[in-house]
């Protein structure tokens, strides 16, 4: 029943884009298209999970530090004789191939280095940012897509990040043709001035294939920098980007100035990891987080109209099923998004399950779909008309039902459509909770609490999966990973308002968001320390009995025996039964006393016995074990059996569920002005109709107290009806109204706290002709939370600020504080974004117990958490240097906004040996060398004896007055005046020097094969620069820059054009060379804190460009710049030159790119106008891109593909985004760039999309245009 009417196999060959090959059981993708959760068809049996049958049948361990965000996938290729196989890809940009039935690791392959976590300062994902959006297959060709994040180069750091999109066949993990390239600077289809920047974003959500588009969902690291939600679409086939769409735009948002700071506009795309949802070939769903800017004010709004501020919103998704491109169709967005937005609660942490249409519906509704977010609230949603914002008669939210859930969820619901229909989320350090498909009097849906797992489940869960076995009743498992104790399961079915689970081995710890993958009778999943684990259970029974055993419907007082026949598929002996359920027996004397042969036939009697104990009519199971030996091995020692029946009252029989109807707490002024609504059902389960005899309430919490009076609930006259002021109840049935055999009503409970601060409680007591219930009805009203948060200084004391200092930690040593934060308020303090200081030094200890996302703090208490300093190993006599953190926080609190905690200190070494005036050692670390390769390094030696220290021989050094000593064996002093040669230098990551000194075997006395470590007198000696050379010059450039953007960490000035430049550069020294020649030079200068590179590129311009004698200068617009260095040798260089020369640095793509090209422009060259009057664009002809895939002839670009493209088009695009450099292709691309690398002419084929009489370039094929000044 998975979507019989809409996701039917004929659906999914659609989505997918061709024929239909995998198995039944494989798992191609996260869950489902629909992101339901469910999953019919993998041969799991709750009977076989709760047997001891069922263990851990192999665990794969990869290497350490290999994280699995990505979920595993199952797929069973399309050749004939496969096995089923199970991909996996890491964090590390790491591929695996994995035998699904035996573990065996079939093949591996490390694409690009992964993306440094370090390098945007968030600790969400640790160590590396490779893969992390789940891939997806195409099951039509063995192909798996996903994207990988890494580095443009072998540069590092968050301005170099970049994404490529990947296309790997799975028999061979080999690219497909044209894959991978580099997705990266491309402009939004809804905003053409914001444009995607790789470093600054993250692929989460799981992929979606649709009509041979991939779809990917992009959001931040942290809530950092100018991140916006990105959704790209990109054909499989043609390989190019067919849609860029983003969640804000213009004139909402900041205009993006290229930093990576500028534009933003947040609302990202992240799901929890959870998948983008579908369910057609022309729509799809997502779910926005929280977000910067607002266009929604106050007035409410359609879903239907256009909205550039997609912030905590549901989004539908149009598509264009020939082009694949998409649009915005319709949106639903809660009324107080805006407060989400400042408590960072955002309703994006889950995606949207689609719930199954054939069963999830009514009469005005098809298609439902539901969610939940940071704010700890369910939505259930019109998938045809989600609800827009404040579309209710109050101004409210217009969506089918909210629900208040006990705390934040992450990853999403699960959903099971069989036996009456149920949806299940996972709130964080809270229980499982399940929710009951149903309608109230008016045929409208209502979904109510049908039961709570007894123990909360830990951490920040994925979305709930939901097996059945071939989709038959009663054999429904909810399965959940939970962060502390690993995979855990539940029958998904609650039992008398539990959700009962069931034990399977342990799993250990499973990261955050995960979920687990499910084969053929088997499951799969990766926990925290990167095992892959598969769970299963041997598949061969040595009986055939005909399970499931039914016993149909039985009336309780009576009993009824079934006589059941088995058929041996092997020779194996009967040993006994075990039976799970107390009102079921079978004697073991019926079994057969001899070993029963292969095909042997026996028979043996099961009892349900209904006549004593209490019973609830409704559906009703059981297994009976049998237990056996076999004389074959691999076969079950212990078969299970399904028992079913249904147990029904002679009568008329009154079930309400849930029996307390709690409505935590709301806060004066805020929910308590509108109020909280629960929903509970009324049903009779009983064989003949049920009539209301009496309904009345009491203003109390004691539900068993019989001296109760009890006073006849109030009717209005609009359908609702009053237990006390503060609790109105919408659908309740009146005095005399019948319920049929097998119905149930559905009554909306509202809470108001119309006194205030305080409890309230009223009991509902429901009198029929098929019994009595009572309903506890209670909430609690409490001012709204307020923070105070505080460090602890080093005295112990605690202050309201945001900043710690260490201060001087000497490394061996570690300081540690606390922070907190606390609630003066009433209601509970939620933390709603917490992202801890994950350093090498400065660290939080217990991230996953401190102050995690969605910790609680009640009122008048106080939440810890620990900060440690510990500076890594330094050898003593080294600088010492300055580390910085953050920690991230923010609460429910609605003015209380992000804060950054920061943290700092400074790392020391020991200082030994004869020290300065200023406390630090006289003799410096110099490094660790080897000696005696040509010789000695230094001629004296000095014993120390069994007493040697680094401080000893420095002492003994300078008492012999030399500038050099070196430790040495453990207890040798070597001492000289000459500086090693640095061809002997080894970096302490070599780990040469790694013996301890006699006297301190923490100290450094060299290393096996004649390592020593040196140190020099600072007061007489200087080290070199880190290129072994010292430098002295002096040079002046008059400087003109033209900048698209900056940062804080680099200042670049360059570009000159000058009719003649002269540059001397001069020192004292032995050699002197004096050059003169015609050229183009640039010179840049970067300077970091005290140290100051520069650099300086020549290059002549050359072809059939002509040097122009009268080129225009343009008037510098930054201050000209000296730089002066000393150098070891004297050079006097005159040159000479007429040329333009333009430079510019830019961090479009989170870089800061400084490129030079020199042109001389020529009167017979073809050109095209340009919007600057002073230049031109110049037609330097058709190139064929470089042999690597992602390289263009213009380099590194930007991208920008439309439908209208031409020449010109794209000309003015690249000149108004200051690139001198632009190619067309495929028709419809443009780039953009500063730096052009063709190396081969070609011809190009393809004429431009918007105009037929001009080419754009060909397949690989480039038009390539330079814009030069005007002569």
């Keep these: 029943m998975w979507f019989k009417s809409v996701l039917s196999s004929a659906l999914l060959l659609l989505l997918a884009g061709g024929a239909q090959t995998a198995a039944p059981t494989d798992e191609y993708q996260d869950a489902d298209p629909a992101q339901s959760g469910y999953l019919p068809n993998h041969n799991i049996h709750p009977n076989i999970v709760n047997s001891p049958n069922f263990g851990e049948l192999w665990r794969v361990v990869f290497s350490r530090n290999e994280r699995f965000l990505a979920k595993p996938l199952v797929y069973t290729p399309s050749i004939p004789g496969s096995r089923q196989i199970i991909l996996l890809a890491s964090t590390q940009n790491k591929i695996h191939c994995v035998d699904a039935v035996n573990g065996t690791l079939i093949r591996t392959r490390e694409l690009m280095s992964p993306f440094l976590s370090p390098d945007v300062r968030c600790t969400d994902i640790p160590d590396t940012v490779g893969i992390i959006g789940t891939p997806i297959i195409d099951p039509s060709t063995n192909i798996m897509y996903f994207f990988s994040k890494g580095y443009k180069g072998e540069e590092k750091g968050m301005d170099n990040g970049i994404f490529r999109f990947y296309a790997v066949n799975v028999l061979t993990f080999e690219d497909v043709p044209g894959y991978p390239f580099v997705v990266d600077g491309v402009p939004s289809d809804t905003d053409p001035d914001k444009y995607f920047v790789s470093g600054t974003h993250n692929q989460r959500p799981s992929l979606a294939l649709i009509n041979n588009v991939v779809y990917a969902g992009f959001g931040s690291h942290c809530g950092q920098f100018n991140h916006t939600g990105w959704l790209f679409g990109i054909h499989t086939q043609s390989r190019e980007i067919v849609s860029v769409f983003s969640t804000t735009s213009a004139p909402f948002t900041k205009p993006q100035t290229g930093t990576i700071d500028g534009g933003g506009g947040g609302a990202s795309i992240w799901q929890g990891g959870m998948g983008l949802s579908t369910d057609a070939n022309n729509r799809m769903f997502f779910v926005a987080a929280n977000g910067k800017a607002h ?15 997609l912030n905590n919103a549901i989004v539908n998704i149009k598509i264009d099923p020939e082009t694949g491109k998409i649009s915005l ?229 009576q009993s009824k025996t079934v006589t059941v026949t088995c058929t041996g598929n092997i020779a194996t002996k009967v040993n006994g039964a075990v039976v799970s359920d107390g009102s079921f027996s079978v004697q073991n004397s019926s079994f057969p006393a001899a070993q029963i042969k292969k095909d042997g036939v026996f028979t043996f009697p099961v009892v349900w016995d209904l006549t004593t104990g209490s019973h609830k009519p409704g559906p009703k199971s059981a297994v009976i074990n049998i237990l056996t030996t076999n004389a074959v091995a691999k076969y079950m020692t212990s078969q299970p059996l399904d028992l079913r029946g249904t147990i029904v009252s002679s009568g008329p029989f009154l079930d309400v569920n849930p029996a307390t109807v709690d409505f935590g707490s709301v ?23 049920l009539q209301i ?67 309230y409680n009223s009991v509902l007591k429901i009198e029929s002709n098929g019994g009595t219930h009572k309903i506890l009805l209670t909430g609690r009203a409490t001012t709204a939370p307020k923070t105070r948060f505080e460090i602890q200084n080093s005295q112990g004391q605690w202050e309201e600020k945001f900043s710690v200092n260490f201060g001087d930690v000497v490394s061996g040593q570690s300081e540690t504080r606390k922070i907190r934060v606390c609630n003066d308020g009433g209601a509970t303090l939620i933390v709603t974004l917490s992202k801890p200081p994950g350093g090498l030094e400065i660290f939080a200890p217990f991230p996953a117990d401190d102050l995690y996302e969605g910790y609680n703090v009640a009122a008048g208490e106080c939440g810890l958490a620990t900060i440690k300093f510990q500076p890594l190993p330094m050898v003593p006599n080294t600088d010492s240097h300055s580390v910085s953190e953050t920690w991230v926080l923010n609460v429910n609190e609605a003015n209380w906004d992000i804060h950054r905690v920061a943290f700092e200190g400074r790392a020391v070494s020991r200082q030994l040996g004869p020290l300065l005036s200023d406390g630090t050692a006289r003799y410096k670390y110099l490094g660790c060398y080897q000696d005696g390769r040509s010789g000695r390094l230094f001629s004296k030696n000095t014993g120390l004896g069994d007493q040697a220290t680094v401080g000893q021989c420095a002492q003994t050094g300078l008492n012999n007055n030399f500038i050099f000593a070196g430790t040495q064996y453990r207890k040798e002093c070597w001492q000289g005046n000459t500086p090693p040669p640095s061809i002997y230098f080894y970096p302490e990551s070599d780990a040469k020097c790694t013996w301890g000194c006699t006297g301190d075997t923490t100290q450094p006395c060299g290393g096996n094969g004649q390592f020593m470590n040196i140190f020099y007198d600072s007061t007489r000696y200087t080290p070199p620069s880190p290129d072994g050379s010292a430098t002295t010059s002096s040079t002046t450039v008059s400087s003109t820059t033209t900048s698209r953007t900056t940062t804080s960490s680099t200042l670049s000035t360059t570009t000159s054009s000058s009719t003649t430049l002269s540059t001397t550069t001069s020192s004292s020294t032995t050699t002197s060379t004096t050059k003169s020649t015609t050229s183009s030079t640039t010179t840049s200068s970067t300077t970091t804190s005290s140290t100051t590179t520069s650099s300086t590129t020549t290059s002549s311009t050359t072809a059939s460009t002509t040097p122009s004698t009268t080129p225009s200068t343009t008037p510098s617009t930054t201050p000209s710049t000296t730089t002066s260095f000393s150098t070891t040798i004297s050079t006097t260089k005159s040159t000479t030159l007429s040329t333009t020369t333009t430079t510019t640095t830019t961090t479009f793509m989170t870089s800061t790119r400084t490129s030079t090209t020199s042109t001389s422009t020529s009167s017979s060259a073809p050109a095209r106008p340009a919007t600057d009057p002073t230049k031109r664009w110049e037609d330097k002809g058709c190139w064929l891109d470089p042999p690597a895939a992602y390289v263009k002839a213009v380099h590194p670009h930007i991208k920008y593909a439309t439908d209208l ?64 000044k005007l002569d």
């Design 667 to 689: 806060i004066v002024d805020d929910e308590s002005a509108t109020g909280v609504a629960v929903g509970f059902t009324i049903s009779n389960t009983g064989s003949t109709s």
């Design 329 to 557: 169709f319709d949106y639903f967005q809660p009324f107080d998004y805006s407060s989400l937005d400042a408590a960072d609660r955002d309703l994006g942490s889950s995606g949207l399950t689609l719930l199954d249409p054939t069963v999830f519906k009514t009469a005005g509704i098809a298609r439902m779909g539901v969610t939940a977010g940071k704010n700890a609230k369910a939505y259930v949603v019109n998938l045809d008309d989600l609800g827009g914002y404040r579309l209710s008669s109050e101004g409210k939210d217009s969506c089918i039902q909210t629900i208040q859930l006990d705390n934040s969820v992450f990853g999403g619901a699960g959903s099971y459509p069989l036996e009456g229909g149920y949806f299940y989320f996972t709130p964080t350090r809270s229980p499982l909770v399940a929710y009951k498909f149903g309608t109230d009097v008016n045929g409208k849906p209502v979904f109510t609490l049908a039961g709570k797992s007894s123990a909360e489940i830990g951490g920040r869960m994925g979305a709930v999966t939901v097996t059945s076995y071939k989709g038959h009743d009663g054999t429904g498992i909810a399965w959940i990973c939970d962060n502390n104790r690993g995979l855990r399961a539940f029958h998904a079915v609650p039992e008398n308002g539990e959700m009962v689970e069931i034990p399977i081995p342990s799993t250990g710890g499973i990261g955050k968001f995960a979920r687990p993958a499910f084969g053929d009778g088997r499951v799969y999943v990766t926990n925290s320390a990167g095992h892959l684990i598969a769970l299963g259970a041997p598949t061969n029974p040595p009986l055939s009995c005909g399970d499931p055993i039914e016993f149909g419907q039985l009336t309780i007082g």
């Design 295 to 309: 266009q929604n004010i106050d007035t409410p709004a359609s879903g239907k109209t256009p909205l550039r501020t």
């Design 693 to 759: 005899t009496k309904i009345t309430y009491a203003l109390t919490s004691q539900v068993n107290n019989t001296d109760i009076t009890y006073s006849n609930v109030v009717y209005n006259g609009d359908g609702t009806a009053n237990a006390g002021s503060s609790f109105t109840l919408s659908a309740l049935p009146t005095s005399g109204q019948s319920i049929a055999v097998g119905a149930s009503l559905s009554v909306t409970a509202n809470f108001k706290a119309v006194n205030g601060v305080g409890g």
């Design 1205 to 1268: 493209m031409t020449t010109q088009h794209c000309l003015d695009y690249c000149e108004t985004r200051n690139y001198v450099w632009a190619g067309l292709e495929y028709r419809r691309e443009c780039y953009c760039a500063n730096e052009f690398i063709g190396e081969e002419k070609s011809t190009c084929t393809l004429t431009c999309m918007a105009n037929t009489t001009e080419m754009c370039g060909g397949s690989r094929r480039m038009n390539v245009y330079n814009l030069v």
